[in-house]
């Protein structure tokens, strides 16, 4: 899917905005992109739309802001080999692809050298290789980018591939196409998914009930159907999702669509994101808020990755 530029998606969705900073060399960088099934859940005519808020570029993002930095989770440092990151003890995480369906504002991942982690297919034989190496490795999880942008056929080859190291008991996958395109998912991919000898994960990646619809319910619950383990995670952002009610009700209708909540992740400091950031003790008072409304199950664990600790650290 190609960019858009902030003018045009303004006059899709009935705007007027003054300050259009599209056209600054850092948010080139890192352009406007948002697909078709998202854009029609936006609010024509409100610039405080939710789902608009994340995926418009602003002036904000061009500033430096101290804290925020390229690198907010310290990947660089655990990156041994070109598409391939090991931070966990038990887990590894391939980047299958540098494709997203949409640019989300906050993306940790926004200054990611991506041209020195995609290799290509006739380059996965080494990363595989160190998955082999590392008996302790017992989950692999596909990243990007997102992964459900690749076709089937690659899906499939990275699947009998890592179907053949023993050690590996579980694929996860981080993805937002259910959400972004549900389309996505077909009866194939489902197949695809369902018919491995390892448990497979997917976890979505929503931050407001109103990216729900029709269409995202029967794309998850055909998941469900067929097996899969369904999580989600999502970032506390300011003006989008810090309120309890907006928390309540993601979480309400992530279940309506056979999801639990997972995480919800206090904002990775990157460069450029400054301004969706919420204060920790925000976060804390929210969660305790929906701790009394809502059951155990629903409420996601509110967490903070730090770069070199052994896993996502809890709060609160």
Sequence with gaps: MAPMHSTELCNLLGLQIDSLPQEHPLLKQFPLRVPAPYLKRIEKGNPA?????????????????????????????????????????????????????????????????????????????????????????????????????????????????????????????????????????????????????????????????????????????????????????SVLLKHINDSSDALVALSERLFKAGVLPYYLHLLDRVSGAAHFDVPEETGKALIKELQAQLPGYLVPKLVREIPGQEAKTPVG
Aim: aromatic share 8%.
């Design 49 to 233: 739309d939710p789902l608009l808020l994340q995926i418009f570029p602003r002036p904000e993002e061009t500033l430096s802001m101290p804290g925020f930095s390229p690198d907010p989770v310290g990947e660089s440092e655990a990156n041994p080999k070109p598409g391939i990151l090991h931070k966990y003890k038990g887990r590894a995480l391939l980047l299958v692809t540098s494709s997203c369906a949409i640019h989300c504002r906050y993306c940790f991942r926004r200054h990611f050298p991506y041209e020195e982690n995609n290799p290509g297919k006739e380059h996965w034989r080494e990363s595989l290789e160190y998955l082999k190496q590392d008996s302790s490795i017992s989950e692999v999880i596909l990243s990007g980018g997102d992964p459900l942008t690749l076709p089937d056929k690659y899906l499939a080859w990275f699947m009998a591939e890592l179907a053949q190291i023993n050690h590996i008991r579980r694929i996860r996958i981080h993805t937002r196409l259910p959400i972004m395109i549900p389309q996505r998912v077909t009866p194939d991919l489902c197949k695809l998914l369902a018919n491995q000898r390892f448990q497979t994960i997917l976890v979505i990646h929503s931050n407001h009930a109103q990216e729900f619809d029709d269409e995202v319910d029967a794309a998850c619950l055909s998941l469900k159907k067929a097996g899969i383990t369904l999580l989600n995670q």
